[in-house]
């Protein structure tokens, strides 16, 4: 190949120069081109938005001055603890407690556009909605505070809950020690013994999901998700499942859920066996449930009601008395966060979050505040026979659908309910009223 001189390479740039500014100025007027045709014919999909009235609206803007947080709660927690208490379902010492906790998850930093909505009003907003179910739309006129923002204020606030405290308030115990204490509480107060948790399921009533088809569509004939549940014998909840859909069945969730996996492997240290009565058969500790789930040496259910004879009468009274505990925990949760008991507009997930953020509230109020189940819950006078809980006499949640699962039980787990049976008429494990209470049920009927 020839070398070129100084002139010719000089000559060779300019003209490479020359194509490149071609090329650019084509390019531009085509792309200008384009341009102006997409200006003057916009495309058929293509929808012109309508420019906004306001950025925000001039009444939001007097919520540190006139909105709710302001004005009610201040002066209720200063003037009328106990409508404090009914407003946010917790004394003031709790919710500000609670504030202190939650504040670096909850809270929002002011910009140069706008200032922040502060922590307390974004915990107020979210346990007002729990304690109520009213729509976004009525909250805001109360709160003064965006519909839209209202939506992601109770979902944060309801996820920060579960992140602080779901860890130490919903989590079953993992040590005999811890179990054995639960059974201790069965045996005093319910006289069922090694009873370690009550099982049930309840529907929680949702907005049909998009495209969802029939999936949340339950057997009571409204769209929901299930919420399943053990509860100790404090009415305190120690595992929840919550979001399955509402045409599962309470056994089908039980059967396909981690708490089932980790009872089979023996991995949450539930104790060993052990006899009621020294000498005779070892009797694991179990939960116990409804007809709903398969009878299993750590799960109890009743007796099949067709030819039941005296002592089977007996076994379901004795475990229906006990079970009785889980009925009151959601009796006492859906009318303590009547959101439950509405119709939720909001996403399966979202709605799964505001049910456990619940429970979470549930349990520290029943830790924490005393007196909070007192004249709720179903007691029993000096006869053993019941006064239901005013929770009774209002709406309830709906119970979670039977059956559809494989529920035969096991031989040896018949065997522990027969010995147990057998033991509930003998003199160590009878109690004195059982008999007369079978009797007047019967007679009830």
């Avoid at 475990?319 to 009796?331: Q, Y």
Wanted: charged content about 25%; aromatic content about 10%.
């Amino acid at each position: 190949m020839p070398v070129l001189n100084r002139k010719q390479r000089l000559t060779l740039m300019e003209m490479v120069f020359n194509l490149d500014a071609e090329i650019a100025a084509y390019d531009y007027a085509i792309c200008n081109l384009l341009y102006q045709q997409r200006r003057d014919v916009p495309p058929m999909n293509r929808v012109n938005k309508k420019k906004r009235a306001f950025w925000v609206r001039p009444w939001l803007q007097k919520r540190p001055y006139i909105g709710q947080y302001k004005l009610v709660m201040d002066d209720l927690r200063l003037t009328d603890v106990t409508a404090f208490k009914n407003f946010t379902r917790m004394d003031p010492q709790m919710f500000f407690a609670l504030l202190d906790k939650l504040r670096p998850r909850i809270e929002k930093f002011d910009t140069k556009w706008r200032q922040a909505i502060k922590p307390g009003v974004r915990l107020a907003l979210a346990l007002r909605f729990f304690a109520t179910g009213d729509s976004y739309k009525s909250l805001s006129y109360a709160w003064l505070i965006a519909h839209n923002t209202i939506s992601k204020i109770v979902r944060e606030v309801a996820e920060a809950i579960i992140a602080e405290f779901s860890e130490e308030e919903l989590s079953p115990p993992v040590t005999p020690e811890g179990w054995k204490e639960i059974a201790e509480k069965f045996e005093t107060r319910w006289n069922f013994p090694h009873a370690i948790g009550a099982i049930d399921g309840k529907h929680i009533a949702i907005r049909c999901p998009k495209q969802s088809g029939s999936n949340y569509y339950n057997y009571k004939g409204f769209y929901s998700i299930v919420m399943l549940a053990i509860v100790d014998a404090d009415y305190k909840f120690i595992w929840v499942d919550a979001g399955a859909n509402g045409a599962c069945s309470d056994a089908q969730i039980w059967n396909s859920c981690e708490f089932l996996e980790s009872v089979e492997a023996q991995e949450l240290g539930i104790p060993e066996a052990t006899p009621l009565v020294e000498g005779e058969r070892a009797i694991p500790y179990c939960i116990i449930g409804d007809d709903a789930f398969a009878l299993r040496t750590f799960l109890l259910k009743p007796f099949s009601r067709r030819k039941m004879e005296n002592p089977e009468r007996i076994f379901n009274y004795r475990l229906s008395r006990a079970r009785r505990i889980v009925e009151n925990a959601f009796g006492i949760l859906a009318n303590r966060f009547r959101c439950l008991l509405t119709r939720l507009s909001l996403n399966p997930d979202t709605c799964t979050s505001v049910v456990l953020a619940c429970c979470c509230l549930h349990n520290l109020l029943r830790k924490q505040t005393t007196g909070y189940l007192r004249g709720m819950v179903d007691v029993e006078d000096q006869d053993h026979e019941l006064i239901p809980g005013p929770w009774r006499q209002n709406a309830v949640l709906v119970d979670g659908r039977k059956g559809n699962a494989k529920n035969t039980g096991s031989q040896e787990a018949k065997t522990n309910r027969d010995y147990l049976r057998d033991h509930f008429m003998s003199p160590e494990g009878s109690v004195p009223w059982q008999q007369r209470m079978i009797t007047l049920n019967a007679r009830t009927k």
